[in-house]
């Protein structure tokens, strides 16, 4: 069985950087493309950040960093100065196929999400 | 603004049929090459989930009263025999040649009456 367990709430002062981290388990974490996709409080998804399965690119939103690894099996999101728009739940997401291209992704298993609160 | 765009609501009578639109460009939906759209629920409080993948694909457990469709650079996602439980936001996604990158439209609050 697939799961995506995320790290818990945050909140972080504005400026100041956080990482967020994603345990996979139930699947080969290099075989799959994996995502970060972030909702803010009462709107809709927003995609953030894409690390190809082979790690040959990864694809983000400005100050965000995705990272892997996959001998812990576990995803990361690092995001840089924050702002108090970065305020949201942020989503660890799997692909539904195995070694796709990016045309081809959706989104089939779900972590449980991370609130992160952006607060002086 | 999304570059997907979805009606902000949508509502219905338990048992009827509904439609959601998505309506993208020749970049995304409408593109030459193969770009699928895909559909996701969100029921208040929780993560969403995959509806529909691919050209009409449902994911184990999901009823087959749930179908999409696509036209040109348009996209739409059927609910048919409306149940409460279907209440929720409906997502569509697909892939923007222009930009490189997924993208999500804007999402639709489904109220069933």
């Known amino acids: 069985e697939v799961q995506l367990l995320q790290s818990g709430g945050v909140v972080v002062q504005p400026g100041r950087s956080l990482r967020l981290s994603c345990a996979a388990s139930g699947f080969t974490l290099g075989d799959y493309s994996m995502h970060w996709v972030r909702q803010a409080p009462g709107k809709g998804l927003e995609w953030v950040a894409l690390?190809?399965?082979?790690e040959d690119s990864t694809s983000v939103k400005g100050r965000f960093i995705i990272s892997r690894d996959v001998d812990k099996n576990s995803l990361y999101l690092q995001i840089n100065t924050v702002r108090p728009e970065d305020s949201a739940f942020y989503y660890c997401?799997?692909?539904?196929?195995?070694?796709?291209?990016?045309?081809?992704?959706?989104?089939?298993?779900w972590g449980q999400g991370t609130l992160v609160t952006v607060s002086s | 603004q999304s570059v997907l765009t979805q009606p902000p609501s949508v509502s219905g009578a338990l048992g009827q049929r509904v439609t959601i639109s998505c309506t993208g460009s020749t970049s995304n939906i409408g593109s030459r090459y193969d770009v699928f759209v895909h559909w996701y629920q969100q029921r208040p409080g929780t993560v969403p989930k995959l509806l529909i993948y691919?050209?009409?694909n449902r994911p184990s457990g999901v009823p087959d009263r749930f179908s999409a469709s696509k036209s040109g650079a348009s996209a739409s996602l059927a609910i048919n025999g409306l149940q409460a439980e279907d209440e929720a936001d409906y997502y569509c996604?697909?892939?923007?040649?222009?930009?490189?990158?997924?993208?999500f439209g804007g999402g639709t609050k489904l109220t069933v009456l």
């Open positions: 691919g050209e009409n």
């Open positions: 996604q697909s892939y923007d040649s222009s930009l490189t990158r997924l993208l």
């Open positions: 997401a799997k692909v539904g196929r195995p070694m796709a291209p990016i045309r081809e992704d959706y989104f089939k298993d």
């Open positions: 690390i190809h399965w082979d």
